[in-house]
């Protein structure tokens, strides 16, 4: 299938680095099944414990669903795969879970192009649980925040 084509069932992966600009990609994550487990303090803490141990990646702004998660990561040590990463903090993370609550082991990646798409996909992110209907404003929903800071620095 060609990776234009936007009804693909199976994401494409492997991000293109660029040396003028610092690489951002946009992840989604969803549970198994998309059972809704996910959005509770013990898995939000757990997880921003996972992301800041595992730094080859750097998890910036994130919001978790009770189904699925979004996050923005750069690069936090050259030459380790995104896809490497996120097998690495998947299983860190599923070791404290019960058997049950387990994250879908493929995940959608895309990279960031410029400042509009950044800010672009993380409007859609934060108003995620108003259109749920999960709170009344994105400012409301606890289960977001931002583990590493860095700055964008691109087109």
């Not at 800041?52 to 990646?57: D, I, Q, S």
């Not at 192009?113 to 993380?122: H, L, M, P, Q, Y």
Request: aromatic residues 14%.
């Amino acid at each position: 299938m060609s990776p234009l084509n936007r009804d693909r069932q199976h994401p494409n992966h492997g991000v293109r680095e660029k040396d003028d600009r610092t690489t951002i990609v946009f992840v989604t994550v969803a549970t198994v099944h998309r059972l809704p487990w996910l959005a509770t303090e013990e898995y939000h803490g757990l997880l921003r414990q996972t992301w800041l141990a595992a730094t080859y990646w750097l998890v910036g702004p994130y919001l978790m669903m009770p189904d699925h998660l979004h996050f923005f990561a750069a690069h936090g040590m050259l030459d380790y795969s995104l896809e490497s990463w996120m097998t690495y903090w998947k299983r860190e993370f599923s070791q404290t879970l019960r058997r049950q609550r387990q994250l879908q082991p493929d995940h959608w990646d895309t990279r960031i192009r410029n400042g509009a798409d950044f800010t672009e996909k993380w409007n859609y992110v934060q108003a995620n649980p108003v259109r749920k209907g999960l709170c009344a404003a994105p400012e409301d929903w606890p289960y977001r925040g931002t583990v590493h800071e860095w700055m964008y620095l691109g087109p």
